[in-house]
């Protein structure tokens, strides 16, 4: 029988991981991190990468009659999202509460999320794609769109220019230079990461989100074989996961 190694560095023109040891990954729903990237997440947090979200909105709007008013569909699925955290090691999740659905690209987005990345101070940071794929209509949800395009905006320039938001100085947030961007559903991904080794806790993850799930092995054999799918487009041996994404160089 094979034996894998415990961590399979990405495939793609990556900076070495050794210069990756904050990640931040930041998304407009609940459980969109777990089917984008929960499995690296796991990798990362074996590799003892410390790993934060932010979470642009709490999926107030994604309830279908639960009966539940918005108040406590912002709980259930704010917990359903740690609780999915904790699972592949994440402790640190940051909440902005805007309007699911709503989500624009404009300068009160990109302050926000440039005060997450400068708390944070992350190396790598991953988020969704801003490009709109018209073969994957559901991985481009206008609020995918919109934080997308305010987090690369955020990483460059505004994170990095101390003279983007002064307030923010103000706040104790100094300027800071993320290294890298993952962007995940990217039509033409460059950056794949063999997440075989961690599919269960993938599952597990994605399996918090009770609230949206309805049939558990539909969604299980869902994922299963986009990860596979991935993994064949990578080049990786037969039987295997992965999740992919297109790198973007930021500081070199
Ligand atoms: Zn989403």
Known sequence: METQAPFVLPVGPNPDLQDIKRVLVVVAHPDDIDYGSAGTIAMF??????????????????????????DQRIELRESEQSAAGRIVGVENIHYLRMSDGQIEFNLDLREKITRV??????????????????????????????VGEATLSAVYPDAQNPHAFPHLLDEGYS?????????????????????????????????????????????????????????????????????????IQIAH
Request: net charge negative; hydrophobic share 35%.
């Open 45 to 70: 947090n074996e590799q003892g990468i410390q790993v934060s979200y932010c979470l642009v909105t709490s999926g107030d709007a994604g309830g279908d009659s639960d009966g539940l008013t918005k």
């Open 117 to 146: 990345i400068r708390k944070e101070k992350p190396d790598l940071v991953i988020s969704q794609s801003p490009q709109r794929i018209y073969e994957r209509i559901y991985a481009s949800h206008p609020d995918h769109l919109a």
């Open 175 to 247: 300027a800071h230079g993320v290294k890298a961007v993952w962007v995940v559903s990217h039509k033409n991904p460059d950056t794949f990461v063999n997440i075989t080794n961690v599919i269960e806790r993938k599952l597990e993850a994605l399996f918090k989100h009770e609230s949206q799930i309805e049939d558990k092995e539909q969604t299980r054999a869902m994922v299963e074989k986009w990860c596979s799918d991935i993994a064949k487009a990578a080049g990786f041996e037969k039987g295997q996961f992965a999740e992919a994404y297109k790198f």
